[in-house]
């Protein structure tokens, strides 16, 4: 029934996958803020070394909640149906994200030069 | 349309719809992707693909999302299932045709197709490229998913092959 070339398909979409995973975790860098997107139109950015707790609320009622706390954003309450947002890991990394599909809110790291060159100097 | 081939249809349907339920109940823990589907409904559209054929199953695929989308789902969801749903189906039907792979190596094309479908929609809804960061990881859930509904799917296509022989 499964052919050989199926096997084979297994393994290199999995080698594939796993490769830029480890690529990705390689290059990773700290961000240094987070920048709200709503509809694609940049919002605001929050720097994640204060703490802070705040709310997008959008303009047909719906909303999200997330909190920095120690370097990293998680979100933490969304009108949305899925609550997939709610769901993801907090985040802290340059480029990672937070997307509220239904409500079309994203949570972006951006802004970690200087951390990078901490990095390497430590 | 004979009557075996409306009969089939009704199955399929109806089977396509109650797994689209089951899987609105089951919440996969896997922490880099929230909101990870075992993409049960692939099931019946690759039965379908096997059994009545390329049109049938596209009819099959368009059902299901528009039902399910009224119903369990949410209509802003439709969009990312109808692009989801439409390029595993193209694939599916292109890598089917060239028998490179049995059934179950067509099912993890259409799994990873219909993730990458999505994110597609996704990049472009809301604007931002960095969504790709999800995509290494459902290659890898797409061919784990793709190859134990395939291996489910082998057994379905038998059954519904006995009844269309009867």
């Known amino acids: ?24 975790n390689v290059t990773k860098t700290e ?86 060159i901490d990095a390497i100097a430590k | 349309m004979k009557t075996k081939k409306i009969a089939t249809y009704g199955l399929l349907v109806a089977l396509a719809f109650i797994l689209s339920y089951v899987e609105t109940l089951v919440t996969i823990p896997f922490p880099p992707v929230p909101g990870m589907k075992l993409g049960l409904a692939n099931l019946v559209v690759l039965a379908a693909l096997y059994t009545m054929g390329g049109k049938e199953s596209l009819v099959l695929s368009v059902l299901r999302i528009v039902l ?33 792979f049995s059934l179950v190596g067509v099912s993890i094309v259409g799994g990873i197709s219909h993730n990458i479908g999505q994110i597609l929609v996704a990049i472009y809804i809301v604007d931002n490229i960095n969504i790709a960061y999800y995509l290494p990881y459902l290659l890898i859930t797409g061919a784990v998913t793709g190859t134990l509904i395939g291996i489910l799917g082998a057994m379905i296509v038998k059954r519904i092959k006995n009844v269309q022989n009867t």
Not at chain 1, 9 to 24: H, K, M, R, T, W
Not at chain 2, 68 to 81: A, D, I, K, Q, R
Request: aromatic share 10%.
């Open chain 1, 31 to 116: 961000g240094s803020k987070v920048l709200i997107t709503i509809d694609g139109k940049e919002y605001d950015t929050f720097p994640l070394d204060e703490d802070t707790t705040f709310t997008v609320e959008l303009d047909n009622g719906e909303y999200n909640t997330f909190v920095i706390k120690d370097g990293q954003v998680d979100m933490t309450e969304a009108s949305c149906p899925d609550k997939v947002c709610v769901r993801h890991k907090e985040i802290h990394y340059n480029n990672e994200t937070i997307v509220c599909l239904p409500n079309n809110v994203v949570l972006q790291i951006i802004g970690g030069e200087e951390d990078e």
């Open chain 2, 68 to 100: 399910v989308g009224f119903t369990f789902g949410h209509p802003s969801t439709m969009l990312f299932s109808i692009a989801g749903g439409l390029l595993s189906w193209i694939l599916m039907l292109l890598f089917m045709k060239t028998k490179w």
């Open chain 1, 1 to 24: 029934m499964i052919k050989k070339n199926d096997l084979i398909l297994i393994g290199a979409v999995i080698i594939l996958g796993l490769g830029i995973i480890f690529f990705i």
